[in-house]
């Protein structure tokens, strides 16, 4: 029986909520910028506002690093996400999908990588029908009908550049 779950969501560590074999990164935006969605035919902008989610999909499961990693591009860089041709054949190769937006509805009948409406997200079926939305301290899940498990990822990307003298 669908149930709505909330998990304490504080400070600028994303959530990873793990299924049976997909898993879900969820963070918030943590400033106001400009979301430039580029299709086959247009390019899309769409307004992304502090406390927005941004949420990476994994239908097919896999390694979180490279989730944690687009999750960056998109909510500390601002790079624009690409939404294909719903006949596209890349979309039957792309593992980690992204969207950022007020509330996302997660939906197993989509293709991925194919849908520019920011506010739905293609997963696997054990997720279908959740709805994410932060309220306060938590992040809320609506229509949870699977068990989940949820924890809170401490990370940070660090960079050292090392000049040498080549003579």
């Known amino acids: 029986m669908p149930k709505t779950i909330r998990i304490p969501f504080t ?4 959530i990873l909520i793990r299924g049976r074999s997909a898993f879900l990164l969820v963070a918030r935006a943590k400033e106001k910028f400009p979301l430039v969605i580029e299709t086959d035919t247009e390019e899309l902008v ?6 927005d989610l941004i949420v ?3 239908p097919e499961g896999g390694e979180v690093m490279p989730a944690l990693y687009l999750l960056e591009m998109v909510a ?4 624009p996400v690409i939404a294909l041709g719903k006949n596209h054949p890349a ?6 999908v992204v969207s950022a937006a007020e509330k996302i ?9 194919t849908h520019p409406e920011q506010h739905l997200l293609c997963t696997a079926d054990e997720f279908a ?39």
């Open 105 to 113: 509805e997660m939906r197993c009948d989509i293709r991925r990588g």
């Open 46 to 51: 769409q307004g992304v506002f502090p406390d």
């Open 76 to 79: 500390t860089h601002h790079l």
């Open 129 to 167: 029908g959740m709805i994410l939305f932060a309220e306060k301290n938590s992040l809320v899940i609506e229509n949870c009908r699977e068990e989940i498990s949820a924890s809170q990822l401490v990370w940070e990307i660090s960079v050292a550049e090392i000049h040498h003298n080549f003579d």
């Open 11 to 14: 400070g600028d560590k994303p």
């Open 56 to 58: 990476v999909s994994a």
């Open 91 to 96: 979309s039957r190769r792309i593992s980690y």
